[in-house]
């Protein structure tokens, strides 16, 4: 598997498998970040001339990867926290419908059978993903990472590039991926950060 005219691996083949934990290790430029990003899809290898093909990669259907990458992407105009609630769009988007919902209530009643078989449905669905914990999980994430109450009202573009990367860390385990992908996490952290994020990485 090669990338810019270079071979960065030969004959390499591995899965990973439910429960799994792998690192890669390697000095800088072996090609650890090309690696990951070949294996998302981010990248191309080049074509194999023995061969006349590319490496093939494959995954199950619906698989949700979380990428913590060198160069976070996150929106700049956001404070830290609403950057974090941003992972609970849908959920927030139910809380509104049932505010509006109870307002519908009070004005139209010749449909109030119809709203609250509505209201029913978009309340258990909030409930079963826990819609109510949604700050406390956020705020949990927040304190894990050391990231102090006094930058949550702070705009991303005006972090720094450590705790920018430590609010993108918060928001990949507040998603919840299938798979988790870190490039590099421990860079930004201190020692107690890291003893948390191993405890939370070990029950994945």
Known sequence: MGFSGETLFKEISFSVDEKDKIGIIGVNGAGKTTLIKLLLGLENSEINPATNER??????????????????????????FNELMTV????????????????LLTVDLDNFDKLMEELG???????RHEGYSIEYKIKQILNGLNIPESLWTMKIGNLSGGQNSR???????????????????????????????EKIVKRL
């Open 88 to 103: 609970f769009n849908n959920l927030l988007e139910d809380y509104n419908r049932m505010q509006e919902i109870n307002f």
């Open 167 to 197: 609010v993108a860390l918060a928001k990949i385990l507040l998603e919840e991926p299938d798979l988790l992908i870190l490039d590099e996490p421990l860079a930004c952290l201190d020692l107690t950060s890291i003893e948390w994020l």
């Open 55 to 80: 490496g093939t990669i494959s995954k199950k259907s619906n698989l949700k990867v979380g990428y913590l990458a060198q160069n976070t992407q996150l929106n700049k105009e956001n404070t830290v």
């Open 121 to 127: 449905e978009v309340s258990e669905r909030y409930e």
